[in-house]
């Protein structure tokens, strides 16, 4: 129980900061003994609880309005409930590989110079129409198998002119969402083991809460180098677990 709190935490707090949190607390999971399909679901379960609770917080400082997170908030939670509905027939290994493929892009999109944001930080820019099909593609990989998830939609916003406080915001709300999505396949196909789920939990609302009120002290220069920084050593972890 005190390892779950822990490493909740831990990646709870990362992945809010920067994305992928997934990535740390899965393999300790798995070291633990927990069967794949009860991991990915325990995870499923805290991070609903941890990004709500961040989202939250960050709605309530910035003054947004809930509306413009609606649509994009609908694509992945069906893409979650799709995810979670097709996870049993897809092998672990492919879906390494898929995380795989999609973090080398993530990592390369990176060192692309960002648009410039030249709106207000209260100002909610609306995603391009051409990407609803990117944001449901990740909230179905969230919800068959999640680490990475996080990074791969921060680097969606940021690429499209969004602050990186409002990047969070709509990371952490849509994480809910397919979190929400998955947790009921997964729940209705009896794969949650409560002792895992809720240690878990607990320490992943916690590190979102830290990690929400440092997010406004980064600036872009820190959380770059952040993003790079977990996205390089997602690859090499997932290198070495495909091989």
């Known amino acids: 129980m005190y390892i779950l709190l822990i490493v909740g935490f831990a990646a709870t707090f990362v992945g809010t900061l920067a994305g992928s949190g997934g990535m740390i607390n899965f393999p300790i999971m798995l070291l633990l003994g927990v069967p794949v399909h009860s991991a990915i679901a325990a995870n499923k379960f805290a991070n609903m609880f941890s990004s709500f609770s961040s989202f939250f917080v960050l709605i309530r400082k910035s003054n947004t309005k809930l509306t413009p997170y609606l649509f994009s908030g609908i694509l992945s939670l069906t893409g979650g409930i799709s995810g979670g509905l097709i996870a049993s027939s897809i092998s672990r290994d492919h879906l390494t590989i898929i995380a795989l493929v999609l973090l080398c892009g993530a990592l390369f999109l990176t060192f692309v110079k960002t648009k410039k944001d030249a709106n207000a ?13 990117y944001l449901y593609g990740i909230g179905a990989y969230d919800g068959m198998f999640g680490p990475g998830q996080g990074t791969m939609q921060m680097q969606l916003f940021l690429r499209n002119g969004f ?7 709509f990371t952490r709300f849509n994480t809910f969402l397919s979190c929400t999505g998955a947790v009921f396949t997964y729940f209705f196909a009896g794969h949650y083991m409560w002792n895992v789920a809720i240690p878990l939990t607990i320490g992943s609302i916690c590190g979102a809460q830290m990690a929400v009120r440092l997010a406004p002290k980064l600036n872009t220069k820190q959380v770059t180098i952040l993003m790079r920084t977990v996205t390089v050593f997602l690859i090499l972890q997932l290198i070495f677990k495909w091989g």
């Open 121 to 133: 930080e209260n100002e909610v820019i609306r995603l391009p129409a051409r990407l609803y099909p």
């Open 163 to 169: 602050s990186y406080l409002q990047t969070v915001s």
